[in-house]
């Protein structure tokens, strides 16, 4: 199982140049571990050696959750950018450069990615003031994050948790301006629980005691009861999808409704019904924070909000090249059950309007549920191609991954990359059929491969 000559080489000129930042952070992975290790007691204590730069931000929408985190984030920041405020934005992981977790925020503009020299420098003080302690990776960036954001003017931060919540390093915000629970289902099961409710329990600790909650909607009745007992006990005035507020389409518009009224907007610019449920999350959770909502920012924003790498058409480029003429090309990050339920529907959602066969190539690692993500696509996927992936030790090999898919219904075969994948994939073409729809999925990381490899770097 092995590329050509050609495939290999395409794969090694569109990995991107390594910046001075890559390369600090690089060192920093041979002296401190990459895996996960929750506690506050580390990040606290180096944060403390910096002067507690989290007790400086400006407003902080703090989200949590297992699936729609990072939509939400994005729809938040569309909003207040729709009003021309500065917002600062950390997500992880990132899907090509390490810079993609800080987007630093511009007064009436777009935020950008963090510029290499800053991020550089910051990595340098915060390696300085931790001084060799043993520390996780992610918790240097954590601080990273929290310096970067405290010296850089913004009128608002959206904070992403990177695993769980309770112990997230994210979680030395006292005060956030509002904590956003988004869908909660199985995964991280090893850190976090292996029932809904102990995971609902661990993103609930973001919550803080008198503070806004907003409660994206919830598939299990479990996790919600968790959520809202929890944000009662703390006294934090809570309100939740599908009783305080919620959207749907109508005549192919969005309608949110909650207290103060209706608002009509045009669809989200982001594909799936899931979107309008994420959406409505961000419009609450905007007010929640305490700024004005208008239609206008509302209209601004579902035309202009992007998230790269989640459900993400690919048009043009390398992959858009290597692939059967007329393929509709989708990238899309989700990566356990409940991520491969809603990304199926979308699949779905695509088939009634136009019809395709559905072909995935697919990349997960170890600590998902591979055969709980298949399920969702058995009657609707003709095959999947199984591929390694870059960036991670803890891919899952492709021939592991093709049983896998195997065991949940799937017709499935490995190969040795993505180049690889499309190559076999005309192959099982039907020359009668329309041209494949081509979903690349089951992991962030597959989908920066895919990015890299396609020359989509995320701006």
Not at 49 to 64: C, E, M, S
Not at 409 to 422: D, K, R, Y
Request: hydrophobic letters at 45%; one cysteine or more; a negative charge.
């Amino acid at each position: 199982m092995t590329g050509s000559a050609p495939e290999r080489r395409l794969e090694d000129m569109t990995k991107p140049a390594i910046s001075e930042a890559e390369q600090i952070i690089e060192e920093l992975m041979q002296l401190h571990p990459k895996g996960f290790d929750l506690s506050l007691d580390r990040i606290s204590r180096l944060l403390e050696k910096l002067g507690n730069p989290q007790k400086r931000l400006p407003p902080v929408i703090h989200v949590a959750g297992t699936n729609g985190k990072g939509s939400v984030t994005a729809f938040c920041r569309a909003l207040l950018e729709a009003a021309g405020l500065s917002v600062h934005v950390h997500t992880s992981p990132h899907l090509v450069n390490w810079h993609e977790r800080y987007r630093i925020g511009v007064s009436g503009a777009k935020g950008r990615y963090v510029e290499d020299g800053l991020f550089a420098d910051a990595l340098r003080r915060v390696a300085d003031a931790n001084d060799g302690q043993m520390i996780t990776v992610f918790e240097i960036l954590t601080a990273v994050m929290f310096l970067l954001f405290s010296e850089q003017p913004a009128d608002a931060a959206i904070v992403e948790v990177g695993l769980g919540g309770r112990f997230d390093a994210t979680n030395v915000i006292n005060n956030p301006a509002v904590s956003v629970i988004m869908p909660i289902s199985l995964d991280h099961q090893a850190y976090l629980g292996d029932r809904v409710e102990l995971i609902a329990a661990e993103k609930a600790g973001i919550m803080k005691s008198g503070f806004p909650v907003v409660i994206g909607h919830q598939e299990y009745d479990a996790a919600l009861d968790v959520l809202v007992n929890t944000a009662e006990r703390l006294g934090c005035p809570v309100t939740v999808y599908g009783q305080d507020f919620a959207a749907h389409e109508e005549f192919g518009r969005m309608v949110y409704q909650d207290e103060f009224g209706l608002t009509d907007a045009p669809l989200p610019r982001l594909p799936g019904r899931h979107q309008l449920a994420n959406a409505a999350a961000a419009i609450r959770a905007v007010k929640a924070a305490g700024f004005e909502v208008t239609e206008r920012m509302v209209e601004k924003a579902m035309a202009s909000v992007e998230w790269p790498g989640r459900l993400q058409r690919i048009q043009d480029g390398n992959i858009a090249d290597l692939a059967p003429e007329g393929s509709e090309i989708w990238v899309d990050g989700g990566h356990n059950p409940g991520a491969g339920e809603v990304i199926a529907e979308a699949m779905a959602g695509f088939e009634e309007k136009k019809p395709r066969p559905l072909f995935i190539i697919a990349g997960m690692i170890n600590t998902k549920d591979p055969v709980g993500y298949f399920k969702a696509f058995a009657d609707i996927a003709e095959y999947v191609f199984t591929v390694p992936i870059t960036g991670t030790d803890a891919a899952i090999d492709p021939v592991v991954l093709a049983h896998a898919a195997f065991d949940a219904g799937l017709v499935a075969a490995p190969t040795s990359s993505i180049s690889e994948a499309l190559e076999e994939l005309v192959r099982h073409l039907d020359p009668e059929a329309p041209p494949p729809r081509i979903l690349i999925g089951g992991s962030l990381y597959l989908a920066g491969n895919a990015l890299a490899l396609n020359g989509t770097i995320p701006q």
